[in-house]
Nanobody, 123 residues
């Protein structure tokens, strides 16, 4: 089992920044990939970014490249999502998830999920 706890969400004005954190515990994380997903009201959950824990390989949703950055800190078993230039359309619940192996973008391959953290971007 892998336990995931997100934090860092909140209310921010358009153009602002937020950093989300996902603290992971449980199994040896070097065997896992960590992903961020988001779900806006009335929409399906979508892929945001992911990182392979052992290699550091990253993947991003094409529409978010350049604004969002995923990173990890091995010392504290935490994955981060740095979000810059936030737009009202980035408003969603952001979820952290974990899976083993590649590919990184496929939501149905993820086995473990956090509870989510709300991000609201005001115009």
């Amino acid at each position: 089992q892998v336990q995931l706890v997100e934090s860092g969400g909140g209310l921010v004005q358009a153009g602002g920044s937020l950093r989300l954190s996902c603290a992971a515990s449980g199994r040896t994380l070097r065997n896992y990939a960590m992903g961020w997903f988001r779900q806006a009201p009335g929409k399906e959950r979508e892929f945001v970014a992911a990182i392979d824990w052992s290699t550091g390989i990253t993947r991003y949703a094409d529409s978010l490249k350049g604004r969002f950055t995923i990173s990890r800190d091995n010392a504290v078993n935490t994955v981060y999502l740095e979000m810059n230039g936030l737009k009202p359309e980035d408003t969603a619940v952001y979820y952290c998830a974990a899976k083993s192996g590649f590919p990184l973008q496929i939501i149905k391959h993820y086995d473990y999920w956090g509870q989510g953290t709300q991000v609201t971007v005001s115009s």
